[in-house]
Nanobody
Framework: QVQLVETGGGFVQAGGSLRLSCAAS????????MGWYRQAPGKQRELVAV???????TYDESVEGRCTISRDTDKNTVSLQMISLKPEDTAVYFC???????????????WGQGTQVTVSS
């Protein structure tokens, strides 16, 4: 019922920047968070950044100061601006939306297909 479409991945030199965007569509509920996770080969998927419907933002320590997450409520999008990229940032980046219809309802998770980010040294 929810589709997430990611754009912005690609190849970049170390020290460069990328902007990832995710557009959500479908049955979107009022209580939600949207964020970005990443997964490198042989590693677990890890949080990069997340933003809630109340604009509470959380960053992983590995990207603190190098990433900025933002959302556009009218467009149902979330973006991740990444600067000073490092080779260790190389991973598949996944957009995530977690939502519930009511405050007391259960949460539902949805994932995008992922977009590859490759940072060369």
């Amino acid at each position: 019922q929810v589709q997430l479409v990611e754009t912005g991945g690609g190849f970049v030199q170390a020290g460069g920047s990328l902007r990832l965007s995710c557009a959500a569509s479908g049955s979107l509920w009022r209580f939600y968070s949207m964020g970005w996770y990443r997964q490198a080969p042989g590693k677990q998927r890890e949080l990069v950044a997340v933003i809630t419907d109340g604009d509470k933002i959380t960053y992983d320590e590995s990207v603190e100061g190098r990433c900025t997450i933002s959302r556009d409520t009218d467009k149902n999008t979330v973006s991740l601006q990444m600067i000073s990229l490092k080779p260790e940032d190389t991973a598949v980046y996944f957009c995530n939306r977690r939502q519930r219809e009511f405050y007391w309802s259960q949460w539902y998770d949805y994932w995008g297909q992922g977009t590859q980010v490759t940072v060369s040294s």
